[in-house]
């Protein structure tokens, strides 16, 4: 006796339906087209999950620049100097404390300057 895959086969498309949710047109409704859409947005999701980082990382160094530079200090020489007294504060940090509390991120950058 044969076995009949429509069962198997429409819980396939369904998933596959309901995964592109949130489509248009023939993406949303067509089941080949459904299918290339995932694909790619599957690949564009993981390629911008690495991008993410890299943008932040540059939004971090614009903020500590922008903070630095009414200083009178620049970055480059911030970050050498920075590393060479062995002081392990990441970017992430020293932006949150450039943008939110300026006045300790003052003293952090005049004592690293001196």
Do not use: C, P
Not at 25 to 52: F, H, P, S
Request: glycine fraction near 4%; charge should be positive; proline fraction near 0%.
């Amino acid at each position: 006796m044969r076995i009949k895959r429509g069962t198997t086969v429409r819980a396939k498309h369904r998933k596959l339906i309901t995964s592109a949710k949130g489509f248009r047109t023939l993406r949303r409704t067509n089941v080949k087209r459904a299918r290339e859409a995932i694909l790619k947005a599957g690949q564009y999701a993981y390629r911008d999950r690495r991008n993410k980082k890299r943008s932040f990382r540059s939004l971090w160094i614009n903020r500590i620049n922008s903070a630095l530079t009414g200083m009178g200090i620049k970055y480059n020489r911030f970050i050498k100097t920075m590393t060479d007294k062995s002081i392990e504060l990441d970017r992430k940090i020293l932006a949150q404390l450039a943008a939110q509390h300026t006045d300790v991120f003052e003293k952090i950058a005049r004592e690293i300057s001196q």
